[in-house]
Structures are given as structure tokens and as C-alpha cells.
């Protein structure tokens, strides 16, 4: 299972971005899989930002991102995104997607790893 994650760029405080992150692999299964977005600024440990179930049906946020990013998924392409709206210049990090069987939203749940895409949000 390999994901690719896209979409990342330099935007203004303010600005919006939608990551991207193409999911490949004959053993993946997309409803099987939850899928989770992270990031991780430098001298920072990762962090968890939005989740999806497999089925789509239930999106989780962590606090300071509710309200301004959405997490979708399309499991007939294999693709998950994440639409950031208001981004501010703190959220300047590296975003990765990554892929769960289990439940928890723990960076160490994660059964695969993207390797990242760079936000940079200038003030």
C-alpha cells in the first residue's frame, strides 16, 4: 500500500489550500481503511489534524482546525482530501495522510504513511 500526498504550496495567512492524497495498492480495501491527515511543524512532534471512517459516514477534527477544514473521501478513486480554509502562518508544516485498520487517531495507530506534503503559510 503506497499514499501519495499532493496539493501543498505557499498561501497566505487567510488563504485555503485542498491536499490531496492518491491511495495505491491491490491489497487496500478503501472501506476497510481509515484514513488520517497529520502534520507536523519543525521542532514539533505530529500531530493529529482531521480523520475519516472507511465508510465516510464519521469525520473527526482536532480542535483548532473545526469549523475551517474538511476531510472527504472519494473510495472509488482511492483519494482523500483535506480543504483548508483560513489557514493561518502556526500552521505552517509538513502535512502527511496516512491509513489505519484500527480505530485510534494516534500517530502510532497508523498501519501507512505518506510522505508528506509542505504547507507554508506566510503572514
Known amino acids: 500500500v503506497q499514499l501519495q500526498a499532493s496539493g501543498g504550496g505557499l498561501v497566505q495567512a487567510g488563504g485555503s489550500l485542498r491536499l490531496s492524497c492518491a491511495v495505491s495498492?491491490?491489497?487496500?480495501?478503501?472501506?476497510?481503511?481509515?484514513m488520517g491527515w497529520f502534520r507536523q511543524a519543525p521542532g514539533k512532534e505530529r500531530e493529529f489534524v482531521a480523520g475519516?471512517?472507511?465508510?465516510?459516514?464519521?469525520?473527526y477534527y482536532t480542535h483548532s482546525v473545526k469549523g475551517r477544514f474538511t476531510i472527504s473521501r472519494d473510495n472509488a478513486k482511492n483519494t482523500v482530501y483535506l480543504q483548508m480554509n483560513s489557514l493561518k502562518p502556526e500552521e505552517t508544516a509538513v502535512y502527511y495522510c496516512?491509513?489505519?485498520?484500527?480505530?485510534?487517531?494516534?500517530?502510532?495507530?497508523?498501519?501507512?504513511w505518506g510522505k508528506g506534503t509542505q504547507v507554508t503559510v506566510s503572514s
Open positions: 475519516i471512517r472507511g465508510s465516510a459516514d464519521d469525520t
Open positions: 495498492g491491490r491489497t487496500f480495501t478503501p472501506s476497510r481503511y481509515n
Open positions: 496516512a491509513a489505519t485498520s484500527g480505530d485510534g487517531w494516534s500517530h502510532k495507530s497508523m498501519d501507512y
